[in-house]
């Protein structure tokens, strides 16, 4: 257990439907980032938040896809009108940077299947 | 639990020798790297990293090495383990991760 925890582990949808992950970070952590993996990829980055201000999105990311971080604490991803591209395991991670490095900590991830 | 490592490079090596994974990555301008492991049905575990601005650096049984000139990174694992039985990513400037290569310790 790294201290990140994903909610929830498995989300099955149908086409269409919308669907919200959270993300609690570890409590000291000013950074969280999402990412999304397929089988056999690395994962890859959708975005990423310092506090609660989003500072980077990818340009991959579809505008059905949106993050928050309300507080700069947990945070939520929502996919609005799933497809069935859309599944996938998104992973959350969290982290402090500091001059020696910046390690992120990675929940054990949303598998979601859409139908 | 679910496989991280279809389709993925793999390198099978026998308990107790040294492994080498090796990643090359394509942006020069990158001065931060780093090496995670993943086991199935796992988010990416950290296990060492790398400023541009050092060529080699160890840890507890891992040392990276970087080579700036062709862009490339290894991972040497001492001593492999089962344990060590994963996919092992590369990432550059934290959010870029490479596709991975599955490390299989055999008996």
């Known amino acids: 257990d790294t201290g990140v925890s994903q909610n929830p582990r498995h989300k099955i949808t149908k086409r269409g439907q919308n669907v919200t992950f959270r993300c609690d970070p570890i409590?000291?952590?000013?950074?969280l980032y999402w990412y999304r993996q397929t089988l056999g990829q690395g994962p890859e980055f959708l975005t990423y938040?310092?506090?609660?201000?989003?500072?980077?999105k990818s340009r991959l990311l579809s505008d059905r896809f949106s993050a928050e971080r309300p507080k700069g604490s947990f945070s939520t991803l929502e996919i609005q009108r799933t497809e069935q591209g859309d599944s996938a395991m998104y992973l959350c991670?969290?982290?402090?940077?500091?001059?020696?490095?910046?390690?992120?900590?990675f929940g054990p991830g949303t598998r979601l299947t859409v139908l | 639990g679910e496989s991280v490592g279809l389709h993925l490079p793999t390198l099978s090596v026998q308990e107790g020798d040294n492994s080498i994974i090796n990643c090359a990555y394509s942006n020069s301008a990158s001065d931060y790297f780093i090496w995670y492991k993943q086991e199935s049905g796992k988010g990416p575990q950290f296990i060492i990293d790398?400023?541009?601005?050092?060529d080699i650096r160890q840890g507890q049984r891992v040392t990276v090495l970087l080579n700036k000139t062709v862009k490339h990174l290894s991972l040497q694992i001492a001593a492999t383990q089962p344990g060590d039985s994963a996919v092992y990513f590369c990432a550059e400037n934290t959010v870029s991760f490479g596709t991975g290569t599955q490390l299989k310790v055999e008996l």
């Open positions: 938040f310092q506090n609660e201000a989003q500072l980077e």
């Open positions: 409590s000291e952590h000013n950074r």
């Open positions: 991670a969290s982290s402090l940077p500091t001059d020696r490095g910046n390690e992120q900590f």
């Open positions: 790398i400023r541009s601005n050092m």
